[in-house]
């Protein structure tokens, strides 16, 4: 079978159908909404958000075009860091700032009602929640937090705890790792960029579609030999004599599998040392090629 060519030599049909673009999402539509209008604008088969975001709800929303769909998993080992307007209901207490930092760490919520998914209490990390403004009865939060954390939840349970009562206001997601908000691009630029291409000129489109491979930089990466990865295509696991290097990682983390020249090959667990002589060291979750 014929691997994907590199990231960096790819012609444009096989970046568009394999591909990631750092999208600004706008008021209104709902995530699912936007992600079906991008995949008729670029013209691929499918396409999919990373991270359900509410229609009001703007900010950080990758797309992930064609094959990179099976990339989604990715972003619920991530972070997300949003800002949000927390309305209170009364005037903001003194201890405002000592309130709100109890929250940071291991918090329980319970999905709201309208969710789609089990509403069990589960856990989940505020890894960082800071005070940015206060004015009048509105306060500006910055929360970077874990995948899965309902931020509407959050500002609820905080204007609890303040003794005011609260509920969210304007909320916009700035980042989901490894995207942030330094590098949106809109409907506009895309479409624009399509035109550019019509007419011959690729540079637009491409500087807006990434390879998919940049929805792995955060994760461990295994290189492994091209025949193994002609043996990941049909389904086979990666076994030791095919690993030809690998970063640190603990056993069982999520791991992205490469060929030397740097395409991507498969998502998968680690389940023994990379430097072991025989056996299975990476066990498949998503077949990339």
């Not at 706008?26 to 909404?33: F, K, M, R, T």
């Not at 349970?157 to 609260?166: Q, R």
């Not at 980042?175 to 895309?190: G, I, Q, Y």
Request: proline content about 7%; overall charge negative.
């Amino acid at each position: 079978m014929t691997l994907r060519d590199p990231p960096g030599t790819r012609s444009l049909d096989d970046r568009l159908s394999f591909g990631v673009l750092n999208l600004d999402k706008p008021p209104g539509p709902s995530a699912h909404q936007v992600a079906g209008w991008m995949r008729d604008l670029v013209g691929v088969d499918r396409a999919a958000h990373a991270g359900t975001l509410d229609p009001k709800v703007t900010g950080c929303l990758p797309i992930m075009l064609g094959d990179a769909t099976r990339l989604a998993p990715v972003f619920l080992e991530g972070r997300k860091e949003y800002v949000a307007v927390l309305e209170l209901h009364g005037r903001p207490p003194a201890d405002l700032g000592d309130v709100v930092a109890e929250f940071e760490g291991d918090i329980y919520q319970k999905p709201p009602r309208k969710s789609a998914v089990a509403r069990r209490l589960r856990t989940r990390r505020i890894h960082d929640l800071t005070v940015l403004e206060t004015r009048d009865r509105q306060v500006l939060l910055r929360i970077e937090c874990a995948s899965g954390t309902y931020i509407r939840k959050l500002c609820h349970d905080i204007g609890l705890a303040l003794g005011t009562g609260a509920h969210m206001g304007d909320l916009r997601r700035t980042a989901t790792d490894p995207f942030d908000d330094r590098d949106l691009v809109t409907f506009h630029d895309v479409a624009d960029a399509l035109v550019f291409a019509e007419e011959g000129d690729e540079a637009p489109i491409r500087d807006v579609v990434a390879p998919a491979e940049r929805i792995l930089t955060g994760l461990p990466s295994v290189t492994i030999a091209p025949s193994a990865a002609e043996q990941v295509a049909t389904g086979a696991p990666v076994y030791a004599p095919g690993v030809i290097d690998a970063d640190d990682a603990e056993e069982d983390a999520l791991v992205a599998c490469y060929t030397p020249d740097e395409s991507a090959v498969c998502l998968g667990r680690l389940v023994c040392d990379p430097t072991a002589s025989e056996g299975v060291v990476v066990d498949l979750e998503r077949v990339l090629v």
